[in-house]
């Protein structure tokens, strides 16, 4: 079967780093993507990865290990803007993207 | 102006009504695709499209239809709408390529009463 896991929720504080974790079980695998979703707004596309390793833009990193079902997405010097959910989603053997539930991460003053 | 358009924003219905949620791009994509988004669940996909006639089922077509009129318009359609649909729909396109990020368009509130 197809299985993408994250945690439902997280907090952190204004000016911190957090860390939101991805793991995945899927029928073939064509990269994974990141995108970031305000409340009632559409998803938008933070990064992709296909190869093992990190992937750095701006304050935002994506990790992936593809031996291990694994990633994550970092964010660093948190502000309040980036209070959103966060939305792993693979690509499968067919193209198609498997989207996992999300995380919705809470930023704290 | 918005490459991704959707139309309407928020519809209210009642059970047993057909209601039809239109999508509008000028990304130029050839691949289009309708998602719904229920509370604490992940995207599902209902439907895609990679050019004009060419329709493809997700993993929950079931009670519903839609129709890819031309490149830049892709349209959903409930035939007779139940409660359970009620979620908040997105439309997507993707450009050419395997590996390209889907553009979401501003989403659908729909309530089925």
């Known amino acids: 079967g197809q299985n993408i896991d994250q945690p439902t929720e997280m907090t952190a504080t204004e000016g911190a780093i957090v860390q939101i974790n991805c793991t995945y079980q899927?029928?073939?695998?064509?990269?994974l993507f990141w995108y970031q979703q305000h409340a009632g707004e559409a998803p938008t596309f933070l990064s992709y990865?296909?190869l093992d390793g990190l992937e750095e833009k701006g304050r935002f990193s994506s990790f992936l290990s593809r031996s291990k079902g694994y990633s994550y997405l970092l964010l660093k010097e948190l502000q309040m803007k980036d209070s959103a959910s966060y939305l792993c989603?693979?690509?499968?053997?067919?193209?198609?993207?498997?989207w996992g539930a999300g995380t919705k991460l809470i930023i704290k003053p | 102006d918005a490459d991704v358009t959707q139309t309407p924003r928020n519809r209210i219905t009642k059970t047993g009504k057909r209601i039809m949620l239109e999508c509008s791009q000028t990304?130029?994509?050839?691949?289009m695709y309708w998602y719904r988004q229920d509370p604490g669940l992940g995207l599902q996909l209902i439907y895609y499209?990679?050019?004009?006639?060419?329709?493809n089922k997700g993993e929950i077509s079931d009670g519903y239809s839609v129709s890819r009129q031309a490149q830049a318009k892709f349209s959903l359609s409930l035939e007779s709408a139940i409660p359970n649909q009620t979620a908040l729909y997105f439309c997507a396109t993707r450009g050419p390529g395997d590996v390209n990020e889907q553009f979401f368009g501003p989403g659908t509130r729909l309530t089925v009463l």
């Open positions: 990304k130029g994509h050839d691949r």
């Open positions: 990865n296909v």
């Open positions: 899927t029928s073939g695998f064509n990269g």
């Open positions: 499209s990679f050019d004009v006639k060419d329709i």
């Open positions: 989603a693979i690509m499968d053997s067919n193209y198609q993207l498997i």
